[in-house]
């Protein structure tokens, strides 16, 4: 049975798509570091990683000068999917077009995909209607949603929007910073709540979180 992994900032998620590959994958939120510290939590490999246009705009400077410092950092993701929301929402629009541009014209491997803005207007929709009440949807929940949809067993491993472990000890946000998402953009709790639910009817799994 083929298997799907998808890692994400503060989680990684396991999926076996219900195509008829012995193919395993994996994917990555957000731009995250596949370094060597991280290489027990998350492995190194992806096969799709997504970035938010407002990463381009922050760390990359929006790709208006240099763009060799995006094009370098991409390389540790080989011959990746990246998947960007471009068509959401329009201030994203033409960061995402200059990354697919520096992608396009460097001599990569990787392939560049946007989002349908329909399928996140519609998933924004869904989990609204149950009870998620944030502006947006965090990047994580968007790509449970999606493998909910393309795979028949799901697990996801370290989805945790607390700031303490399980035996009281701190957690950052993301495995690899503690930069904490804007209370007014995401609810984090909210969305764990509705994994939480989808765990207990058997739609997905929850991972155990360490304790160590």
């Not at 890692?7 to 957000?30: H, I, T």
């Not at 989805?159 to 950052?172: H, K, N, T």
């Amino acid at each position: 049975v083929p298997k799907l992994s998808v890692d994400l900032p503060s989680s990684v998620e396991q999926c076996v798509p219900r195509e008829a590959s012995a193919a395993k994958e994996e994917r990555g939120c957000n731009l995250p570091p596949l370094k060597k510290e991280y290489l027990e939590d998350v492995g190194n490999k992806t096969h799709l990683v997504t970035a938010n246009p407002s990463i381009i705009e922050k760390r990359f400077q929006g790709l208006f000068w240099s763009r060799k410092a995006f094009v370098d950092y991409l390389k540790a993701y080989g011959s990746s999917f990246i998947y960007m929301p471009a068509f959401s929402m329009r201030p994203g629009t033409d960061p995402s077009l200059r990354a697919y541009y520096a992608i396009t014209d460097s001599p990569s491997n990787l392939t560049m995909l946007f989002a349908n803005p329909d399928f996140l207007r519609n998933v924004g929709k869904f989990w609204k209607a149950r009870g998620v009440h944030a502006m947006r949807l965090s990047t994580g929940l968007f790509l449970v949603s999606l493998a909910l949809g393309m795979c028949d067993e799901v697990t996801v491993y370290g989805f945790w929007p607390f700031s303490i472990r399980l035996d009281g000890q701190p957690i950052s946000h993301h495995y690899y910073d503690n930069i904490l998402p804007d209370k007014w953009i995401h609810t984090m709790p909210e969305e764990f709540v509705q994994l939480w639910h989808l765990h207990k009817s058997g739609t997905l799994e929850l991972g155990r979180l360490r304790t160590h």
